[in-house]
């Protein structure tokens, strides 16, 4: 079955450098979810986004921004690049999260590691 | 936001059963109970969630207190491939879906 597929797997960037992650959810799966997750720490809920719109937002700093696409993949753009942006970051998907009282298992991806030097 | 509280962590034998507790004393009538693991490296993995009842999957059980103010995630037989971090997280029954994953227990297994 298909999965959520994240690119790159890793990425070394600079300080002050922008990256850009992308994400792509399972098919007809229209909410992505965005998790950043520090070295020995838990997943932090980042942003999320549903049928493009963005629909919730955790944790996320101003130098981030992120926006989910008209084929529902997504991108988390990153500027001015902190050592303490280094990270494995998440995406995961679900579907039918619009609808009040639905719940479902959301699906991870394998994530991008983030190595800032 | 309704909070869960997991033991640090756990070890278990192989091919013994493993029961995982979780408090959540402040769980809402609309709240799910999700539980989700994760192995080094890799992204949360779905295992299991449930309302009421007690559920069933091919990887795990649920059993949920009367209350729900308290639930227990059962792996029957625990393999060294279930060594992972284990989160009970509530999930409101809203448009939002996020989850709010906080401290896990960690499961270690002995061959």
């Known amino acids: 079955a298909a999965g959520v597929i994240q690119s790159p797997r890793h990425l070394i960037k600079e300080k002050r450098e922008t990256a850009t992650l992308k994400c792509y959810p399972i098919p007809r799966h229209d909410t992505v979810y965005w998790y950043q997750q520090g070295p020995g720490q838990d997943p932090q809920f980042l942003i999320s986004f549903y049928e493009k719109m963005q629909s919730d937002k955790g944790s996320i700093p101003d130098r981030f921004s992120a926006q989910q696409f008209s084929d529902y993949h997504s991108e988390l753009n990153m500027s001015s690049l902190e050592l303490g942006d280094s990270a494995l970051y998440f995406c995961?998907?679900?579907?039918?999260?619009?609808?009040?009282?639905?719940?479902?298992?959301?699906?991870f991806g394998s994530g991008t590691r983030l190595t800032v030097v | 936001d309704a909070k869960t509280t997991q033991p640090n962590s756990m070890e278990s034998n192989e091919e013994e059963p493993v029961h995982l507790p979780c408090n959540h004393s402040t769980i809402s009538g609309t709240d799910y109970i999700h539980w989700y693991r994760q192995l080094p490296s890799q992204g949360p993995e779905y295992v299991i969630h449930?309302?009421?009842s007690n559920v069933n999957n091919r990887m795990a059980s649920l059993a949920i207190a009367e209350d729900r103010k308290s639930s227990t995630l059962i792996l029957h037989r625990a393999t060294l491939r279930d060594a992972a971090v284990y989160y009970c997280?509530?999930?409101?029954?809203?448009?939002?879906?996020?989850?709010?994953f906080g401290q896990g227990t960690t499961l270690q297994v002995k061959p």
């Open positions: 997280i509530l999930k409101y029954s809203s448009n939002t879906g996020k989850l709010i």
């Open positions: 449930g309302l009421t």
């Open positions: 995961a998907s679900s579907s039918g999260v619009g609808r009040t009282g639905m719940n479902y298992g959301y699906t």
